[in-house]
């Protein structure tokens, strides 16, 4: 054999440089199996950054909701604010002339139901104030 081929053969024949190269492998499956617990770790961070980005969110969200909702009250109660006194109250007079049957009355209340109630996307305020005027009317 040349001499050549002795250096090129000889590093992987001599014990020294197994043992060099079994602590290397040693060393390389440590650091592999660091990075792995440095990896789960900051996917573990990264999984509660989410959750806290995603609760965030949806509370921002509910927040811009609930403002809507309280805009929309604070309209309608300032728009019935100014809303004259004539038209909440119901008009003694104007009921007085209408003499209607307690059928009738019936009647009135339900067709006003369909339209004004709570259930079917109607005012509160609006019905409440209808059954004052369809009471009044049945008491007269």
């Not at 009921?95 to 709570?118: D, N, S």
Request: hydrophobic share 40%; proline share 4%.
């Amino acid at each position: 054999m040349d001499r050549r081929d002795d250096t090129f053969a000889m590093p992987f024949r001599s014990p020294g440089r197994l043992g060099e190269l079994e602590r290397e492998a040693t060393e390389l499956r440590l650091a592999i199996k660091t990075l792995t617990r440095q990896l789960q770790k900051a996917e573990a961070r990264h999984a509660e950054t989410e959750q806290a980005y995603v609760k965030t969110v949806s509370n921002l969200v509910q927040t811009t909701q609930e403002n809507m909702l309280l805009r929309h009250e604070c309209e309608r109660l300032r728009q019935r604010a100014h809303q004259p006194d004539a038209i909440r109250e119901p008009n003694a007079s104007v009921m007085f002339m209408l003499r209607l049957t307690p059928a009738e009355v019936a009647a009135v209340r339900k067709a006003i139901a369909r339209l004004h109630h709570p259930d079917v996307g109607g005012d509160v305020e609006r019905m409440q104030a209808w059954n004052v005027a369809l009471d009044t009317l049945l008491e007269q």
